[in-house]
């Protein structure tokens, strides 16, 4: 099956910094989501890129489908924004809408 | 609005008893619903999905049962609980369009087996 691979398990950045979170993944997919996991453990998407870039507020997405990989960028980062960071893609051609998760970049904004 | 609810917040079951948690959704029909299951040490295990009412799929064969007797409930169940089913669980509905989605999850259950 599948698989998704996450970098870097653990992020630590100051008050501030930008920064870059990336998911590969082993076959073509027509789906991707980010999502955020804050520490009380609820899971928020924050976006279905298949291909291409969007960008909510400080949060950006790329993800280049042809080379099975997509970027995560963080820019002027907050103590909210501390929390697990996963990609997922859908299993099988995704019809049915099942993910496989990959295992979370891990951020720790300090102030 | 489209809400989608879940209990307990937090559980704690002896070995051997019986379990069941609730999902349900509002503010829509017909939703793809899906039980995850987080362990300690981050990765989400997709348990079982269920695209309508009475249909149940399971991806990872386990002491789990899932149902769905409603078209906006889900329910996660166990006759009897080991110890290796602690864990986070998460129920989650599909929102959007087949080409253009995402994903609502619940708050989650988290459950330690003693």
């Known amino acids: 099956g599948i698989q998704v691979e996450q970098s870097p398990p653990d992020l630590i950045l100051q008050e501030g910094a930008n920064s870059t979170l990336r998911c590969n993944f082993s076959?073509?997919?027509?789906?991707l989501q980010w999502f955020h996991q804050n520490p009380w453990g609820q899971l928020i998407n924050l976006f279905y890129?298949?291909?291409g870039t969007k960008q909510n507020g400080r949060l950006s997405a790329t993800t280049v489908a042809t080379e099975r990989y997509s970027l995560l960028y963080i820019s002027s980062s907050q103590t909210t924004d501390s929390g697990v960071y996963f990609c997922?893609?859908?299993?099988?051609?995704?019809?049915?809408?099942?993910?496989?998760f990959g295992k979370g970049t891990k951020l720790s904004v300090k102030p | 609005s489209q809400t989608i609810h879940q209990w307990p917040a937090t559980l704690v079951q002896p070995v051997g008893s019986p379990l069941s948690l609730e999902c349900t959704v509002e503010?829509?029909?017909?939703?793809?619903l899906y039980w995850y299951r987080q362990a300690a040490g981050r990765g989400l295990q997709l348990l079982f999905y269920?695209?309508?009412?009475?249909?149940i799929s399971s991806e990872v064969p386990q002491n789990l049962s899932a149902s769905r007797p409603q078209d906006r409930q889900f329910i996660l169940s166990s006759k009897k609980l080991l110890l290796s089913d602690s864990g986070f669980y998460l129920c989650?509905?599909?929102?959007?369009?087949?080409?253009?989605?995402?994903?609502?999850f619940g708050s989650g259950t988290r459950l330690t087996v003693v």
């Open positions: 989650a509905w599909r929102t959007g369009t087949i080409t253009n989605y995402g994903y609502t």
């Open positions: 076959d073509s997919v027509n789906n």
């Open positions: 890129i298949p291909s």
């Open positions: 997922a893609v859908p299993k099988d051609g995704g019809s049915q809408g099942n993910l496989i």
């Open positions: 503010g829509t029909s017909n939703p793809n």
């Open positions: 269920s695209v309508g009412i009475g249909q």
